[in-house]
């Protein structure tokens, strides 16, 4: 049975560590994020993460009740610097595309994270107001409500699905990674037209954007589809 989580005022009174340290979400979250960085998944454990924080493992549970809670936590803090600084311009393209690119950085900035929980649904602060402005962006430019809902779906998991599969090639050891990206150069540009003709007529564009990432392409036409979706939703009123 999970361990209840101890209200925030009651975590304030804590005494510090033995190095001083004061306890909060925030910190543990941050050398959480820290402990992935450095070590991936399999080093992130109530144990480590203690030794890490100077502080028993146990302490943990005061905070999180265990450590799927923390990982939610974790996707959690990646949207919140996603959308640290933000505010809306009024436009609605400018503001969705703003916020996917904000959100893909954030990231592929913290690889081993986000491969952690670009598919978890947290439920917390962040991840809702990102939702509401989502939502906020598309009903404000005139989206009817289940064009909207359509649009965001495809919004947030494209940008999640991509900056998940970007944040596996970066996690990737960096021999793994680059014997990938040179097999467009070798494999791929070395067949004949005889036998694959469009694979061979491709081959050096192929070797200088499968290296990047799809998102800023897949974004803009997403973009493109949601706005003629809502041109098409505003004519039957023009008409009128």
């Given at each position: ?167 596996a090639s970066l996690a990737l050891p960096s021999a793994a990674l680059h014997a990938d990206e040179q097999m467009w150069r070798s494999t791929y540009a070395r067949l004949p037209a005889t036998t694959h003709p469009r694979i061979a ?40």
């Open positions: 049975m999970p361990k209840p989580v101890v209200p925030e005022e009651k975590r304030r009174r804590r005494r510090p560590t033995k190095s001083g340290t004061v306890l909060s979400e925030e910190l543990i979250v941050e050398t959480a994020l820290r402990m992935l960085s450095e070590h991936g998944s399999e080093g992130l454990s109530a144990r480590r993460l203690g030794l890490a924080l100077d502080a028993d493992p146990s302490t943990l549970y005061r905070y999180f009740r265990g450590m799927d809670d923390l990982t939610l936590a974790i996707g959690d803090a990646l949207i919140g610097q996603a959308l640290g600084g933000w505010a809306p311009t009024g436009e609605w393209r400018a503001d969705l595309r703003a916020v996917g690119l904000r959100i893909h950085a954030a990231y592929v900035a913290h690889p081993q994270a986000a491969v952690l929980t670009a598919s978890r649904i947290s439920g917390r602060a962040n991840e809702l107001a990102a939702d509401e402005a989502v939502l906020d962006i598309l009903r404000t430019a005139g989206f009817p409500l289940p064009d909207a809902v359509r649009v965001y779906h495809a919004f947030i998991d494209t940008t999640l699905g991509i900056a998940a599969l970007d944040a007529e491709a081959a050096p564009l192929l070797a200088t954007r499968m290296v990047t990432s799809a998102y800023p392409t897949a974004l803009e036409m997403l973009l493109d589809s949601a706005a003629a979706r809502l041109d098409g939703a505003r004519e039957p009123d023009s008409a009128a």
